[in-house]
């Protein structure tokens, strides 16, 4: 490949940058940034960084973020009051446009603030659950690429890490980075002892954008909550933060990458069938801190570029296997794993002997399951096996998923009726990869059959939450399904992954003999019918039965909404009589009509509450 003969050198250009290098080769960038070219989405004068621009354009990009915010949400107000007047029908007829509408002003707005905001975005579109579908996939969509850092910013940092100037920590140092990102950039380099590595930067001052940042998107999350009573917002906003913290502590990338090198090198026991040729780059300690990450500088063919796969000859069905058992001996057995595996951040070596090398590439990304979750997910199993709804209930609530206070009654009758439908539906062991299809209508349907129940997304949001290492294992999955989807669509994954469950989650515990005492523990519900029956009659003549009065949390609502529109209602007249007074008792015109426009949101919101937040009448 011509990209690996070129030398770096210490001039601005060179002639053979990373753009012009074959498609089908991704060089190590340890970003998910794009080469540094400059982007079609960024003007000539964006290619100035936002560390540049003076106070006043800081506080203008606050304000689009603020602004954006607030004509999403009236956009939805908006559509809820005509709900109202033209009814339900429309309401849900018009809601996927505004979606996508919505979808797409939020995708414009995050790449022109550019900052954390798209990194945020593709976190939230992890994350958030409750996102609909349309916000979902605009956000993960989005690149986190923004135009690269001058170089003598670049040139600080490593002298403020390294104590020298990059020409002599370096033998060479390439001025032009190979990828640029919103936390830093990556530049190709060559060390004094002639080993070509990729040095990661940390950009200049991004402490200072992180906090402002992180402050502008709680603030945000604050307004859309107090517009959209969504339950669990604040955890979201913490784990977010907590996963920017992670990413910006190269050290702490650094060990992950030494813990996964170390848990791959040759002479540790594999557990699967297929032997997993799995590589990392390699951590240069002495060439990197917690800001600066010096790695050896690897490459190859991309795993979805299948037509180079096929030119070089490579085996894709026991590629697929190579790669779902080096992720199940990663979350498995070692307990970390790359949490990010989508087609560029897996590349692919032919060795001389013909197979395969899975190369392994930025690690900013990791996670572990817990040990609550560890202990829960082979319990959660045996609930579902024994189609126990109580089991099910406990192990989930170990895992993290339901949230103290839950009503349980809700939990119940949720997990009990798409537990059921699951089984019903699924047939786990003949599961293929070209079987796995996401059908909106399905997404529908359960909506449908939430509301059969008498449970709102509401209710349901308050009482469920989905823990943060399950999300990352799930996305994971999801990442890897499409990628073995499209080397090996006839690979089964349950045959290689059962294994594994067997072993080291499941632990001494024996499948068959689950299975077994399932249809006992059926049989002998069945037969203890009767039994329960007469507990019930007991407990009702000792009077331990419990009574549940149903309508109690919906009148609180109403007065709550007629809270909020007295609220608004009195500032709007406090703002308006004070309008008032100052112009006909003082003549102070001026500050009349400064106060005048508070006193008009005021009331636009009172007006607008009182048409959405009408209490229902029984």
Known sequence: MAAADQTPGNDETRSSPASERAPRVRTLAGLGGSP?????????????????RPDALKRRRFLKAYYVTFVVIASYLWLKAKAKLLGTTYGDREIAEVHQRNAKRIERALLELQGLFIKVGQMLSILAGFLPAEFRDELEGMQDQVPPRPFEEIEARIVKELGKRPDEVFASFNRTPLASASLGQVHEALTHEGRRVAVKVQ??????????????????????QWFVPVQGLDNYYREIRQLLLEELDFAREAQNIARIRANFSPGVPRHGDV??????????????????????????VKVGAVDELDRLKIDRKLLAKQIVHAFCQMIFVDGVY??????????????????????LIDFGAMAELSQPMREGIPEFLEGVLRRDTDRLIKAMRKMGFLSYGSDQAVVEKVIDHFHRKFQDEVRIESLNLKDIKIDPQKGFENLMDLRSMNVGLKELSSSIHVPRDWVLLERTLLLLTGTCTLLDPDMNPMQIVRPYLERFVLGNRDWTQIAIEAVRDTALKAVGLPEAIDNYIKRALRGELEIKVRGVREGLDGIYALGRQAMYLAAAMTFGG??????????????????????????????????TERPRRR
């Open 338 to 359: 790359h949490a990010d595996p989508h087609p560029g951040n897996l590349l692919v070596q032919k060795q001389a002997d013909g197979t395969a090398r899975l190369i």
């Open 578 to 611: 004070a309008a008032l007074w100052l112009d006909v008792q003082h003549g102070r015109t001026d500050l009349a009509k400064a106060l005048l426009w508070p006193a008009g949101l005021f009331a636009f919101l009172f007006l607008l509450l009182s048409l």
């Open 275 to 300: 032997e997993s040729h799995v590589e990392t780059p390699e951590v240069i300690a002495e060439l990197s801190t917690s800001r600066v990450l010096t790695l050896t500088f690897v490459e190859g």
């Open 36 to 52: 540094s070219e400059p982007s079609p989405r960024f003007s000539a004068a964006g290619q100035r960084h936002k560390s540049y």
């Open 203 to 224: 950009h200049h001052g991004i402490e200072e954008v992180v906090r402002l940042d992180l402050h502008t998107i709680r603030q945000i999350m604050r307004i859309v």
